[in-house]
T-cell receptor, first 112, second 114 residues
Framework: KQEVTQIPAALSVPEGENLVLNCSFT??????LQWFRQDPGKGLTSLLL?????REQTSGRLNASLDKSSGRSTLYIAASQPGDSATYLC???????????FGPGTSLSVIP | EAQVTQNPRYLITVTGKKLTVTCSQN?????MSWYRQDPGLGLRQIYY???????DKGDVPEGYKVSRKEKRNFPLILESPSPNQTSLYFC?????????????FGSGTRLTVV
């Protein structure tokens, strides 16, 4: 059974720092991996999607990488801002039309 | 505005009283899904639908039903709610097309079963 974990569970950094969030999954046979952010009391917002054939995706200050063989993905946030404060979740899909399994999330706080 | 609309936002009900949480999207997305979010357990998928009349179970389907009679609507039905179904529920939709398709989530429905 696919399990997804995220480290750290919580992270507090001063504004301007570059940071890395980690996501691990137990079954490397995935179709894709996604990163989302969730603001308190709100729904999720899609950030980046990496197909299984890709190594990374970039959007603005965000860069997500995928290493299927080791079952790991990282989300790199450059020059963090207070507006980046949120919970970041990763999620994997095993096949093109299959269940989506979420990690527990990393709660990020960027201090001005 | 492209959006997923869930109703109601908040609901308190009693054990055993059937209820429906509605979900509607205006983006002509084929794929829709329901999730519940619980402290310590995270976000878990309940059901998903690949298109009209095509649905499948997620990780935690017990106690729930869904239907997809129209492309835009994907209601979640609790035939006999129990207190362990108290949770925050999210509906989402996506095209599942293109290299970087994203999901659009609704604002959530906070359900309390007493």
């Amino acid at each position: 059974k696919q399990e997804v974990t995220q480290i750290p569970a919580a992270l507090s950094v001063p504004e301007g720092e570059n940071l890395v969030l980690n996501c691990s999954f137990t079954d490397s046979a995935i179709y894709n991996l996604q990163w989302f952010r969730q603001d308190p009391g709100k729904g999720l917002t899609s950030l980046l999607l990496i197909q299984s054939s890709q190594r990374e995706q970039t959007s603005g200050r965000l860069n997500a990488s995928l290493d299927k063989s080791s079952g790991r993905s990282t989300l790199y946030i450059a020059a963090s801002q207070p507006g980046d404060s949120a919970t970041y979740l990763c999620a994997v899909e095993k096949t093109s039309y299959d269940k989506v399994i979420f990690g527990p999330g990393t709660s990020l706080s960027v201090i001005p | 505005e492209a959006q997923v609309t869930q109703n109601p936002r908040y609901l308190i009900t009693v054990t055993g009283k059937k209820l429906t949480v509605t979900c509607s999207q205006n983006m002509n997305h084929e794929y829709m899904s329901w999730y519940r979010q619980d402290p310590g357990l995270g976000l878990r998928q309940i059901y998903y639908s690949m298109n009209v009349e095509v649905t499948d179970k997620g990780d935690v389907p017990e106690g729930y039903k869904v239907s997809r009679k129209e492309k835009r609507n994907f209601p979640l039905i609790l035939e006999s709610p129990s207190p362990n179904q108290t949770s925050l529920y999210f509906c989402a939709s996506t095209t599942r097309q293109g290299p970087n398709y994203g999901y659009t989530f609704g604002s959530g429905t906070r359900l309390t079963v007493v």
